[in-house]
Nanobody
Framework: QVQLVESGGGLVQPGGSLRLSCAAS????????VGWYRQVPEKERELVAA???????NYADSVKGRFTISRDNAKNTVYLQMNSLKPEDTAVYYC??????????????WGQGTQVTVSS
């Protein structure tokens, strides 16, 4: 099994910054693609940023130039640096990783979600 633990959410004023982390542990042989998604009540979960298995990086138009996704393969950790935060960035943020496990082949795993609130 694979476990994902997210951290770094919280309350921040408009214009502020936060860094989200998502640490994966368990039966991991390798991690291919990783991504961050967000969801607000009564809306579908949307992609914020992702790193594909070939290293290609994709951002939602609404966060381009403000957010940066990165990964530390040695630590099996994914980060989302969020700068110049806006009230409309308020949401629950989820990480997602596609993992080749040592026991069950390839699996798609989600974090538990972390609340980000941007408000003065």
């Amino acid at each position: 099994q694979v476990q994902l633990v997210e951290s770094g959410g919280g309350l921040v004023q408009p214009g502020g910054s936060l860094r989200l982390s998502c640490a994966a542990s368990g039966s991991i042989e390798s991690i291919s693609s990783v991504g961050w998604y967000r969801q607000v009540p009564e809306k579908e979960r949307e992609l914020v940023a992702a790193i594909a298995s070939d290293g290609d990086i994709n951002y939602a138009d609404s966060v381009k130039g403000r957010f940066t996704i990165s990964r530390d393969n040695a630590k099996n950790t994914v980060y989302l640096q969020m700068n110049s935060l806006k009230p409309e960035d308020t949401a629950v943020y989820y990480c997602r990783v596609v993992v080749l496990t040592t026991t069950h082949g390839t699996g798609d795993y989600w974090g538990q979600g972390t609340q980000v609130t941007v408000s003065s």
